[in-house]
């Protein structure tokens, strides 16, 4: 079946703008989350959701961070104003939520380039 | 949020076992994951600990001791192909997960 996809796999953008990057994560699945992965670092949490509760948010680094999961499905996270700092590969994952189940699946990610 | 530590490298040769260590903050625990990423390519599981113990999948093992608040992965009979970066990755109040900064693992012929 698919995975999770991811668009777009690269953006470029000037310094200033808003962004909006995309996940479509697996049918079915109830949690989705989205992570940051600098060159060389590990994932930085930045927002989970899980079926229709409110969306965990504590991750997100700046109020320039958004993000809204639609019909319990498709997630958009936006970034405005964007900084050189947010350069950066957003990955998204989403994950079939049961107890002892912690396995995520990762989309291939989203490379933010900020000029 | 949480810190998990583990080392930055680790070299071995095929068909060796190596083990990858890390440590994590206690507060909040619920489980400990593991997952292998290629250069370029995304994470993907591993293996995950909720109990203490060992956990077996074909040549990759994982353990957990909440006593000591340290977990490690196994790799044994290593293969080229299993040269990538290895990440644990903390489950607090059950659905945030933290990561550590990664493992390289280079394994050498």
């Known amino acids: 079946g698919a995975g999770v996809s991811q668009s777009p796999s690269n953006k470029v953008t000037e310094k200033g703008k808003d962004v909006e990057l995309r996940c479509d994560p697996i049918s079915g699945h109830t949690a989705l989350y989205w992570y940051r992965q600098s060159l060389g670092q590990g994932l930085e949490f930045l927002i989970y959701f899980q079926g229709n509760s409110a969306p965990d948010k504590s991750g997100l680094p700046s109020d320039r961070f958004s993000a809204e999961r639609t019909g319990g499905s498709v997630s958009t996270l936006t970034i405005q104003r964007t900084q050189q700092e947010d350069s950066a590969v957003y990955l998204c994952a989403s994950s079939l939520v049961e107890r002892n189940t912690y396995e995520q699946y990762f989309g291939p990610g989203t490379r933010l380039t900020v000029t | 949020g949480q810190s998990l530590e583990q080392p930055s490298e680790v070299t071995a040769v095929e068909g060796a076992i190596v083990q990858i260590n890390c440590t994590y903050q206690t507060s909040g625990f619920y489980g400990l994951s593991w997952y292998q990423q290629h250069d370029g390519g995304a994470p993907t599981f591993l293996s995950y600990?909720?109990?203490?113990g060992l956990e077996e999948t074909g040549r990759f093992s994982s353990f957990l001791s909440r006593s000591d608040s340290y977990g490690y992965l196994l790799l044994q009979e290593l293969q080229m192909k299993d040269s990538a970066s290895y990440f644990c990755?903390?489950?607090?109040?059950?659905?945030?997960?933290?990561f550590g900064s990664g493992t390289k693992l280079n394994v050498k012929p």
């Open positions: 600990n909720a109990l203490d």
């Open positions: 990755a903390a489950s607090y109040n059950f659905n945030k997960f933290y």
